[in-house]
């Protein structure tokens, strides 16, 4: 107890050093908390991935498309539930600044593989029956004030001309991992418009979204579809849908990599800052630390105090940084729209946070502290003369 | 029939201690004899650099002699482990300080407070020891006042508070009117005074000052590392 009054009463001596440290550590820790969050939005897409859900696509690249006709053949596959298939659209709502993923899907059989995308029942219907019709996630129609039954127009890039569609209906994510950006409109009005359009064959697919009975057999499934298609004009390539997302984080991972470093080396840089004040903190009482000693403390009490007054610094800064992290880190999330689907700040981030800020505190006592235990009392205490 | 003598509380017995600065060995004290008998009021003297500080040091077990024995209480301090003399000092030990060396963030009852914390009593009892010695020293009402809210003369005295509240067995003063003007450091020498006749506390001073020293019962003079024979202090 006494000892908890001491520290304390230690912590606050130079106000102005112990804010202005403190203030190091709340931006300290709060930068950590969304560089954190940055990298973990970046993932997201992984995080929410089905481990019952398998992507095949061309094995030569993304953007070469798949025939139609694979559809049936993977369907017959052994260990195969359901297939259904999406095309990347590419369009511009307004300008290129709006960007959102818009995907053509068969909805029926898509809706049924990504229980997660929760729509009414009333919604679900209407889309399925109205061929000009679309979805949103709630994310995305929220941040362009879309309601059911709006006129959205897209201008094509990949597929040209100007595609308007009608909001059928605004699907809520089924957990906070849900992408809620994306826009879902009919495959059919996809390949009927093209074929119409440009007079080519339309019925290609981006990729193929396989649904298995068993997550063990991914590996097994994926041979066995790939083994289908081999030799053929358009051999495939079947992975999971976590291994498909990965592929796309991969591109940025030198991005994600220095991302990280940067948010350990703000640590680095505030655990320097506190040991320094811990140092000067433990210089000025040497020869308070010293008097403790004669009358009988241990150097075991004077070490307890410096840790103590350390980690109560860094507790409380770090303490703020955390609390603080939350606004920002949704004000932020705001701000950039459907850049980041999910931009939430995940337990894991908030106790790596807490963790730093013990070790920030930690580390900035244990030189001053095992200098202070150390030294003699009579050093100590001519100190003061 | 004479009674026998009863043992010195401190019983120094050739004493030396030397610093090690690189190669060259620096002697501080050499084949120091001294005793010290229990309710006696010592003033060490001696010139600048003749060893009294570090005698002192010893004597309170705050400084580990080169060779030699101290007995203090019939314990060879100088065989005890760090740990031990921690604990011995709690137990024996009252300090006064020049500077006084009060924590500036407690108060003045929680500063002599502080040698209680290292024993077994209850709040209640330490509270009770603490008022004591507070009244003793004349310092009652600043209980709560923090140490720069008194005067030099009233820090010393609470720091002579802290000396006395755990009862020790022996009080060492380091130039405890070092910091002190002439009145202020009259006082605290009556209150020394006052602890070595009313409470029979024994006490080993160390000073420059030839009116303070002549304050004691006692006067040991150090030159060069060496006691020179005793005298009566000339008030004495």
């Known amino acids: ?385 | 029939m004479n009674a026998a003598p009863s043992p010195p509380l401190i019983a120094i017995r050739e004493l030396s201690k030397a610093y090690q600065r690189g190669e060259q060995r620096i002697p501080v004290l050499e084949g120091v004899n001294l005793e010290v008998q229990a309710g006696e009021f010592v003033a060490l003297m001696g010139p600048s650099g003749s060893g009294k500080s570090t005698l002192l040091n010893l004597i309170a077990g705050i400084d580990k002699p080169t060779s030699g024995r101290i007995e203090i209480g019939g314990t060879d301090i100088a065989t005890l482990s760090e740990g031990e003399l921690a604990d011995w000092r709690a137990a024996n030990i009252g300090f006064v300080f020049q500077f006084y060396n009060l924590l500036p963030v407690l108060t003045a009852f929680e500063n002599v407070e502080l040698p209680l914390l290292l024993t077994r009593l209850s709040r209640g009892e330490r509270r009770r020891h603490v008022q004591a010695a507070l009244d003793r020293v004349r310092l009652a009402d600043r209980a709560e006042h923090y140490p720069n809210e008194l005067s030099g003369g009233q820090q010393q005295r609470v720091a002579i508070a802290r000396a006395i509240v755990s009862d020790p067995t022996l009080i060492v003063a380091d130039e405890p009117t070092g910091d002190l003007d002439r009145v202020t450091g009259a006082e605290v020498l009556d209150l020394l005074e006052q602890l070595n006749r009313e409470l029979g506390k024994t006490i080993v001073m160390v000073t420059h000052d030839p009116k303070a020293a002549a304050r004691a019962r006692r006067l040991i003079h150090l030159e060069k590392g060496e006691l020179v024979p005793d005298e009566a202090p000339a008030g004495a």
């Open chain 1, 1 to 385: 107890m006494f000892l908890l009054r001491l520290l304390l009463k230690n912590a606050f001596r130079h106000r102005l050093r112990t804010l202005l440290t403190m203030i190091g550590l709340v931006v300290a820790i709060c930068a950590f908390g969304l560089l954190r969050t940055i990298v973990d939005a970046w993932y997201n897409g992984v995080e929410g991935t089905s481990s019952t859900r398998l992507v095949t696509r061309n094995a030569i690249s993304l953007t070469f498309p798949l025939p139609l006709a694979y559809a049936d053949r993977i369907r017959g596959v052994e260990g195969v539930s359901a297939v259904s298939w999406s095309n990347w659209f590419g369009g511009v709502y307004i300008t290129e600044r709006n960007f959102f993923p818009q995907f053509a899907v068969e909805p029926a059989s898509y809706l049924a593989l990504y229980p997660e995308y929760v729509l009414k029942d009333e919604e679900k219907k209407a889309f399925l029956i109205d061929q000009q019709g679309a979805v949103a996630g709630r994310k995305l129609a929220e941040q362009h004030g879309w309601k059911v039954g709006d006129q959205i127009a897209l201008r094509g890039t990949i597929y040209p001309g100007t595609w308007t569609f009608t909001l059928r209906g605004i699907w809520d994510g089924a957990d906070a991992k849900t992408d809620e950006s994306q826009f879902l409109f009919h495959w059919k009005l996809l390949s009927e418009t093209t074929r119409k359009r440009l007079n080519t064959n339309a019925d290609y697919v981006g990729v193929f979204v396989v649904r298995i009975d068993e997550p063990d057999s991914a590996p097994l499934v994926s041979q066995r579809i790939d083994a289908l298609f081999k030799n053929s004009r358009a051999e495939t390539l079947t992975e999971t849908e976590k291994a498909f997302q990965l592929g796309f984080v991969a591109l940025s991972e030198a991005i994600l990599v220095a991302v990280q470093a940067v948010s350990v080396v703000i640590i680095v840089i505030i655990m320097a800052v506190m040991a320094n004040t811990m140092t000067m903190t433990a210089r000025e009482r040497l020869a308070e630390y010293a008097t403790l000693k004669a009358l009988g403390f241990t150097p075991g009490f004077v070490v307890k105090l410096l840790f103590g007054e350390s980690l109560v610094i860094a507790l409380i800064g770090g303490g703020i940084g955390l609390v603080v992290t939350l606004p920002i880190a949704a004000a932020f999330a705001k701000a950039v729209g459907t850049l980041f689907p999910v931009f939430i700040v995940s337990p894991l981030t908030m106790g790596l946070q807490l963790l730093a800020s013990i070790v920030v505190g930690l580390v900035a006592a244990a030189w001053p502290a095992w200098t202070m235990s150390r030294v003699s009392i009579v050093n100590g205490l001519r100190h003061v003369g």
